[in-house]
Nanobody, 126 residues
Framework: QVQLVESGGGLVQAGGSLRLSCAAA????????MGWFRQAPGKEREFVAT????????YYADSVKGRFAISRDNAKSAVYLQMNSLKPEDTAVYYC???????????????????WGQGTQVTVSS
């Protein structure tokens, strides 16, 4: 059974940085893309960033491009989200996710992901 556990969330002032981590277990981590999504209060969950199985391909939502960086360590079965220049509108619960199927792509749509973590809260104060 695939398990994803996020950590690293917290409260930070606007302009600050946080690094989220997601530890994966239950299958061969290096065969699957990984993604980060977020859900703000009263809003639908949205795509943040994705990384292909090798790390060769990454994609970002326009709202975080240039501020956030996704990376992975296949030896540690972990994916990270470095968040810089945080804004109050980045406040949300951040979820780590991985697709059901192995591929070489980096999916950007929520329905392409079958496994989700429990989420970690990020709050950015103004």
């Amino acid at each position: 059974q695939v398990q994803l556990v996020e950590s690293g969330g917290g409260l930070v002032q606007a302009g600050g940085s946080l690094r989220l981590s997601c530890a994966a277990a239950g299958r061969t981590f290096s065969h699957y893309a990984m993604g980060w999504f977020r859900q703000a209060p009263g809003k639908e969950r949205e795509f943040v960033a994705t990384i292909s199985r090798s790390g060769a391909f990454t994609y970002y939502a326009d709202s975080v491009k240039g501020r956030f960086a996704i990376s992975r360590d296949n030896a540690k079965s972990a994916v990270y989200l470095q968040m810089n220049s945080l804004k109050p509108e980045d406040t949300a619960v951040y979820y780590c996710a991985t697709p059901d199927r192995a591929s070489y792509s980096a999916p950007r749509y929520e329905n392409e992901y079958g496994y989700w973590g429990q989420g970690t809260q990020v709050t950015v104060s103004s």
